[in-house]
């Protein structure tokens, strides 16, 4: 018996990829209020299952993989592949196909943890029912036909081929798929659900609304990493034609990233405010991550200190510009994280590749033309036939009470002050 | 104003895509991507002011 070790190491990689979502999850959970805290754990659990169960039965016949039945249109003669034509419920996974499948199950994680990132906007007020309907039209529909046009040979992917734009749209390791359309998905909700009660009262500016445990938020951003780094190598390897002894380069990537942006967004927020600030110091953490999923396997250690350095300060700058400016209600920071660092990893990539910005562009375009106002449109339509939001007697009780019926905390002494209409 | 947004986001996709579609010459192509982008920022804006203008919760 042979034994295919590239095989193997990817297999492994695939395997340690959940502790990404894991981490997020803590994070998710810390950054929002106590009253609301099993709430948030449960459903990213059942958004996870929920993401798993779409993207296996019906997400990937419409994404398929790179050589696949698609259907395609020819635009000025050249032929646009724009959906993939796979069969329903994975009938298309050969047994004797291992790295088809491992391209899904690295998919099945990839689009649990996009299912997050929403949650964390809608934090507080989105009812679980509602997300577990938004996740289903995400997982089945939004993240496979993007997908496809990255990962699975579609139209992005050949550009280069059809018309010269560098190697085509180039994502390693999901910073467009997963990231920017879960960041540009958690929009949507917030701009359909709107802001927590009290936020933005009628005069004065929007309080700050602290998350309950920053401990969780920092243990988080720490569980983060190793499956972040899993998930750009697997990643890199299995979409962007990467070498399985990259992974060591593309590890180091992905925590210079990191650390560089963590850096900068706790130096920002010292200068800023006179103290350091935690949670944003752990999204400016992540922020590094996912402008790293875009970069990870195409620049030098040095280049990633750099890119990790502005998306960190982006970040800060978005988390304020979104919250005050914009009347954006985003208790987690989701979408200057995931959304707004996502896109300038893709715009870095365009930077530090000879040839390669045109591309990116269009891929960016993309997210931001049709990825956005789709994800709008279907949750707009969600909402009409089943509010997303949860009712007042929710926000007042905290969703634990109101949705499961207990707290999190249970021990906890309830103050009065805590259910005072607002 | 929000809806005009979303519209105008869609259109600026339309005008990158025809550009990549239409235009062999990499200057005109660039510019027209540019501009495709360009009508995008500005349903983004138009999207976020239709937030922001709604009006405020009373107390």
């Known amino acids: 018996m042979t034994y295919d070790l590239s095989l193997l190491a990817c297999t492994v990689l695939v395997a340690v990829v959940p502790l990404a979502p894991a981490g997020l999850v803590l994070m998710n959970t810390g950054l929002g209020r106590t009253r609301s805290a099993a709430h948030s754990m449960l459903a990213s659990m059942a958004a996870i299952a929920v993401a798993a169960l779409a993207y296996c039965i019906l997400g990937f016949c419409w994404e398929g993989v790179a050589g696949g039945p698609v259907h395609t249109i020819t635009i000025a003669g050249r032929p646009w592949d724009w959906l993939g034509r796979a069969p329903l419920c994975l009938r298309g996974v050969a047994a004797g196909a291992p790295w088809a499948a491992l391209q899904v199950l690295l998919q099945v994680f990839a689009v649990g943890m996009a299912a997050l990132i929403p949650l964390s906007a809608g934090a507080d007020r989105w009812r679980m029912s509602a997300s577990c309907f938004s996740t289903a039209l995400l997982a089945g529909w939004t993240y496979p036909l993007f997908a496809h046009w990255v990962w699975g040979g579609g139209w992005l992917a050949q550009l280069g081929s059809n018309y010269g734009l560098g190697r085509g749209f180039l994502d390693a390791g999901g910073a467009s798929t997963v990231q920017v359309v879960g960041g540009l998905t958690a929009l949507s909700i917030v701009w359909i659900i709107g802001p927590r009660r009290g936020k933005y009262a009628e005069e004065g500016i929007a309080p700050a609304i602290p998350g309950h445990n920053i401990v969780y938020v920092l243990f988080g951003a720490f569980l983060i990493v190793p499956g972040w780094i899993a998930l750009n190598a697997a990643g890199a390897i299995l979409f962007a034609g990467a070498a399985p002894a990259q992974t060591a380069l593309i590890a180091i990537d992905t925590v210079l990233c990191a650390a560089s942006a963590c850096l900068a967004a706790l130096v920002i927020t010292r200068i800023r405010f006179g103290k350091p600030d935690a949670s944003l110091s752990a999204n400016g953490w992540v922020s590094g991550l996912v402008a790293s999923s875009a970069v990870c396997a195409f620049v030098s250690p040095w280049l990633a200190i750099g890119v990790g350095l502005i998306a960190g300060g982006l970040v800060t700058g978005a988390v304020e510009l979104l919250e005050l400016r914009m009347a954006v209600d985003d208790p987690g920071g989701a979408i200057s994280v995931h959304a707004v660092a996502g896109i300038w990893g893709l715009l870095a990539v365009g930077f530090f590749v000879r040839g390669q910005m045109l591309a990116q562009v269009v891929g960016v375009a993309t997210l931001l033309g049709v990825v956005l106002p789709m994800s709008y449109g279907l949750n707009w339509l969600l909402d009409r036939v089943s509010p997303q939001r949860s009712g007042r007697e929710g926000e007042r009780l905290g969703m634990d009470l109101h949705e499961l019926g207990a707290g999190a905390y249970p021990e906890f002494v309830i103050h009065n002050d805590e259910f005072v209409d607002r | ?59």
């Open chain 2, 1 to 59: 104003m929000k809806l005009a947004g979303m519209l105008l986001l869609l259109a600026g996709w339309g005008i990158v895509v025809s550009a990549v579609a239409l235009f062999a010459g990499s200057g005109t192509r660039s510019l027209f991507v540019l501009a495709g982008l360009g009508v995008e920022l500005l349903g983004l804006v138009l999207a976020f002011r239709g937030v922001a203008n709604r009006p405020r919760e009373a107390k």
